[in-house]
Nanobody, 115 residues
Framework: QVQLVESGGGLVQPGGSLRLSCAAS????????MGWYRQAPGKQRDLVAV???????TYADSVKGRFTISRVNTNDTVYLRMNSLKPEDTAVYYC?????????WGQGTQVTVSS
Protein backbone atom coordinates (compact mmCIF):
# COMPACT_ATOMS: atom_id res chain seq x y z
CA GLN A 1 0.00 0.00 0.00
CA VAL A 2 1.30 3.42 -1.02
CA GLN A 3 0.25 6.50 0.88
CA LEU A 4 0.35 9.94 -0.69
CA VAL A 5 0.22 13.20 1.25
CA GLU A 6 -0.47 16.34 -0.76
CA SER A 7 -0.09 19.94 0.30
CA GLY A 8 0.16 23.43 -1.12
CA GLY A 9 -3.27 24.20 -2.54
CA GLY A 10 -5.22 27.35 -1.79
CA LEU A 11 -6.69 30.56 -3.13
CA VAL A 12 -4.59 32.74 -5.40
CA GLN A 13 -5.26 35.71 -7.65
CA PRO A 14 -4.94 35.43 -11.44
CA GLY A 15 -1.29 35.71 -12.42
CA GLY A 16 -0.15 34.34 -9.09
CA SER A 17 1.84 31.25 -8.22
CA LEU A 18 1.49 28.15 -6.06
CA ARG A 19 3.59 25.07 -5.42
CA LEU A 20 2.01 21.70 -4.76
CA SER A 21 3.87 18.89 -3.01
CA CYS A 22 3.16 15.17 -2.83
CA ALA A 23 5.14 12.83 -0.60
CA ALA A 24 4.88 9.08 -1.14
CA SER A 25 5.46 6.49 1.57
CA UNK A 26 4.67 2.88 2.33
CA UNK A 27 5.20 -0.11 0.09
CA UNK A 28 7.10 1.62 -2.66
CA UNK A 29 9.08 -1.02 -4.48
CA UNK A 30 9.98 0.94 -7.58
CA UNK A 31 8.28 4.14 -8.61
CA UNK A 32 7.89 4.40 -12.35
CA UNK A 33 6.11 7.74 -12.69
CA MET A 34 4.79 10.50 -10.43
CA GLY A 35 2.30 12.99 -11.69
CA TRP A 36 -0.47 15.50 -11.18
CA TYR A 37 -4.01 15.43 -12.50
CA ARG A 38 -6.86 17.87 -11.98
CA GLN A 39 -10.60 17.78 -11.98
CA ALA A 40 -12.83 20.82 -12.27
CA PRO A 41 -16.51 20.66 -11.22
CA GLY A 42 -18.55 18.73 -13.74
CA LYS A 43 -15.51 17.71 -15.77
CA GLN A 44 -13.37 14.63 -16.07
CA ARG A 45 -10.03 14.21 -14.37
CA ASP A 46 -7.25 15.22 -16.75
CA LEU A 47 -3.50 14.88 -16.83
CA VAL A 48 -1.56 18.01 -15.88
CA ALA A 49 2.03 16.78 -15.79
CA VAL A 50 3.97 13.55 -15.31
CA UNK A 51 7.63 12.87 -14.55
CA UNK A 52 9.51 9.58 -14.80
CA UNK A 53 12.25 8.33 -12.51
CA UNK A 54 14.68 9.43 -15.19
CA UNK A 55 13.15 12.94 -15.07
CA UNK A 56 11.46 12.84 -18.46
CA UNK A 57 8.40 15.08 -18.36
CA THR A 58 5.04 15.37 -20.10
CA TYR A 59 2.70 18.35 -19.82
CA ALA A 60 -0.82 19.12 -20.88
CA ASP A 61 -0.81 21.73 -23.63
CA SER A 62 -2.83 24.10 -21.45
CA VAL A 63 -0.05 24.34 -18.82
CA LYS A 64 3.10 24.21 -20.95
CA GLY A 65 5.39 27.12 -20.17
CA ARG A 66 3.54 27.93 -16.93
CA PHE A 67 3.80 24.78 -14.81
CA THR A 68 6.92 22.82 -13.89
CA ILE A 69 6.96 19.33 -12.42
CA SER A 70 9.97 18.07 -10.51
CA ARG A 71 10.78 15.22 -8.16
CA VAL A 72 13.24 14.20 -5.48
CA ASN A 73 13.91 10.50 -5.82
CA THR A 74 15.62 10.16 -2.45
CA ASN A 75 12.40 10.98 -0.59
CA ASP A 76 9.84 10.07 -3.25
CA THR A 77 8.38 13.56 -3.41
CA VAL A 78 6.97 15.28 -6.46
CA TYR A 79 6.34 19.01 -6.83
CA LEU A 80 4.24 21.09 -9.20
CA ARG A 81 5.22 24.71 -9.52
CA MET A 82 2.36 26.69 -11.03
CA ASN A 83 3.02 30.19 -12.37
CA SER A 84 0.82 32.67 -14.21
CA LEU A 85 -2.27 30.99 -12.85
CA LYS A 86 -5.58 31.52 -14.64
CA PRO A 87 -9.16 31.13 -13.43
CA GLU A 88 -9.47 28.07 -15.68
CA ASP A 89 -6.76 26.37 -13.61
CA THR A 90 -9.26 26.17 -10.75
CA ALA A 91 -9.73 22.50 -9.85
CA VAL A 92 -8.96 19.80 -7.35
CA TYR A 93 -5.42 18.62 -8.03
CA TYR A 94 -4.57 14.97 -7.44
CA CYS A 95 -1.18 13.34 -7.13
CA UNK A 96 -0.75 9.93 -8.73
CA UNK A 97 2.08 7.47 -8.38
CA UNK A 98 2.61 4.45 -10.62
CA UNK A 99 4.97 1.85 -9.25
CA UNK A 100 5.62 -1.85 -9.66
CA UNK A 101 3.01 -2.32 -6.92
CA UNK A 102 0.33 -0.55 -8.94
CA UNK A 103 -1.25 2.92 -9.06
CA UNK A 104 -2.16 5.15 -6.12
CA TRP A 105 -3.98 8.48 -5.87
CA GLY A 106 -3.75 11.22 -3.29
CA GLN A 107 -6.78 12.72 -1.59
CA GLY A 108 -6.67 15.89 -3.68
CA THR A 109 -5.96 19.51 -2.89
CA GLN A 110 -8.13 22.44 -3.98
CA VAL A 111 -6.62 25.18 -6.11
CA THR A 112 -8.81 28.23 -6.67
CA VAL A 113 -7.73 31.08 -8.93
CA SER A 114 -9.95 34.09 -8.42
CA SER A 115 -9.77 37.80 -7.83
Amino acid sequence: QVQLVESGGGLVQPGGSLRLSCAASGSIFSIITMGWYRQAPGKQRDLVAVITRGSSTTYADSVKGRFTISRVNTNDTVYLRMNSLKPEDTAVYYCRVVSTAGSSWGQGTQVTVSS
